[in-house]
């Protein structure tokens, strides 16, 4: 019998490491992806010893355009049949649109947009023809809300990963694959203090904070229930829902207010 396996992009941490746990934990085998090797190894021996399925790992910069071929001829020539695909490697840029260096923007792009499209490419075909798969592109409510100042890409990623996954999905409903966007807010992973607002951010009511294992396991019913866009929790839902009802210079001056104390400029 072929085992079927998952791929988690952004595994050696946050969201990503607890996709590959809840995963596991479900019997399915992974595939472990983010740049920094230790973490992925430790990852992989104990989702090995905690859930006895196969856990392999690659260390691969998904900055770099070859990244992503790399990765799916990897898996392809070990036959391990992807059957669930996480793009969920992603990260916050500080600054002003204008004081942040092309190569940053660039790179950015190519881990949040390109790579999560470019891996859709790869893998949706073979899932098509098996008439069975599952995929998660993990967005944000910030892709729902205004954009803001600062950060000035995130947003725009984040709307056009939603709107990227509502077109698959509905192309992939008929064959057997199902594809979420899934939205949460904050989440308390390593994201905050990799982009240094954990100081800005930590001052925020802990009512809209998530945990992370929270996040995943509603992110898995989601994608089973085969729901186009998902937003995680009752708050982001309503923030979300609050943002399409009101009127949209009233909703962008309250984000301009409220939101710009946890944007680093
Ligand atoms: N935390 C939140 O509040 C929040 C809210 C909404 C959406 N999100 C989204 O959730 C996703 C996961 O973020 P997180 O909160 O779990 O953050 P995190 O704890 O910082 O994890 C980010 C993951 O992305 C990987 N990554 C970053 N750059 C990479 C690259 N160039 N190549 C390969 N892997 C890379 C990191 O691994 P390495 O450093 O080892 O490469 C790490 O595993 C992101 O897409 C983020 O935008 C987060």
Redesign the pocket.
């Known amino acids: 019998m072929t085992t079927s396996w998952a791929l988690v992009?952004?595994?050696?941490?946050?969201?990503?490491?607890?996709f590959a746990l809840q995963l596991a934990a479900k019997g399915q085998a992974v595939l472990l992806?983010?740049?920094?090797e230790a973490?992925?190894k430790e990852l992989q021996s104990h989702i090995k010893a905690a859930h006895q399925v196969e856990c392999e790992y690659l260390a691969?910069?998904?900055?770099e355009p070859d990244?992503n071929q790399t990765l799916f001829d990897h898996s392809q020539q070990n036959n391990w049949q992807i059957d669930t695909l996480i793009n969920?490697?992603?990260?916050?840029v500080p600054g002003d649109f204008d004081a942040v260096d092309w190569q940053t923007h660039q790179?950015m792009l190519?881990?949040?947009l390109t790579?999560v499209i470019e891996l859709c490419h790869l893998y949706y075909p073979l899932m098509k023809q098996r008439q069975q798969g599952q995929i998660i592109n993990?967005?944000?409510?910030?892709g729902l809300t205004p954009a803001t100042a600062g950060h000035t890409l995130?947003g725009a990623v984040?709307a056009f990963l939603v709107k990227f996954s509502q077109s698959l999905h509905l192309e992939a409903s008929d064959h057997g694959v199902h594809v979420t966007a899934l939205?949460?807010?904050?989440?308390?992973?390593?994201?905050?203090?990799?982009n240094g607002t954990r100081k800005m951010v930590s001052t925020m009511s802990k009512k809209l904070w998530m945990s992370?294992e929270d996040v995943v396991s509603q992110g898995l019913q989601a994608v089973n229930d085969n729901q186009a866009v998902y937003i995680n929790g009752w708050r982001n839902r309503l923030i979300a829902r609050l943002c399409k009802l009101l009127p949209e210079s009233l909703v962008r001056y309250l984000m301009k207010g409220s939101i710009a104390k946890f944007r680093k400029r």
């Open positions: 992009t952004g595994a050696s941490a946050g969201l990503g490491k607890q992806v983010a740049r920094r973490q992925l691969l910069d998904l900055s990244a969920n490697a992603g990260y916050g790179d190519q881990v949040m790579s993990v967005s944000s409510l910030a995130y984040k939205c949460p807010g904050f989440t308390y992973t390593e994201f905050h203090d990799v992370a």
